[in-house]
């Protein structure tokens, strides 16, 4: 009987009013977090242009030799992509996507203060900050109400 006592107890304390909501935590602890801050926005290494570049220099220095990437054609294999969603609904079905390696700071800008979340400056209050991530060519088949930019 005391053990039933205990544990209603137990239940009626676990229920109170004032107990914080996964929201109300995911807001503190973004309030009380670093933001991340960002530099100078850099080339793309990876850009078709600078592995064209990449690969004419390695011709260029291998110039009696006879090179296994002769025959080499470079083309997009991937795209850096920006999705805006407008919505929590939306950066949720984006999140469900386990396809997708979604970060929530863009990847080519330099990094001065690693922090622990960011927020876009230019995004509305109301609206999730944008994810970035890169998708294959071939795997770009989004829903037309998505809102992204490639590059």
Do not use: W
């Not at 294999?77 to 939306?90: A, D």
């Amino acid at each position: 009987m005391i053990a039933l006592g205990l544990f209603l107890a137990t239940v009626v304390q676990s229920c109170s009013d004032n107990e914080s909501t996964p929201n109300d935590i995911a807001i503190s602890k973004v309030e009380k977090g670093v933001i991340t801050q960002l530099g100078k926005k850099l080339e793309n290494p990876y850009s078709v242009k600078n592995m064209k570049k990449a690969l004419e220099n390695l011709r260029k220095s291998k110039l009696g030799a006879k090179m296994a990437a002769d025959d080499l054609e470079i083309i997009t294999t991937h795209l850096y992509v920006q999705f805006s969603p407008k919505t929590e609904q939306e950066l949720d079905n984006l999140t469900i996507d386990s396809s997708l390696v979604l970060y929530d700071y863009p990847l080519d800008y330099e990094i001065q203060v690693t922090g622990d979340y960011y927020r876009d400056p230019l995004t509305p209050a109301d609206q999730p900050t944008p994810q970035y991530c890169a998708v294959k060519v071939d795997d770009l088949l989004l829903d037309n109400s998505a809102v992204f930019n490639a590059s």
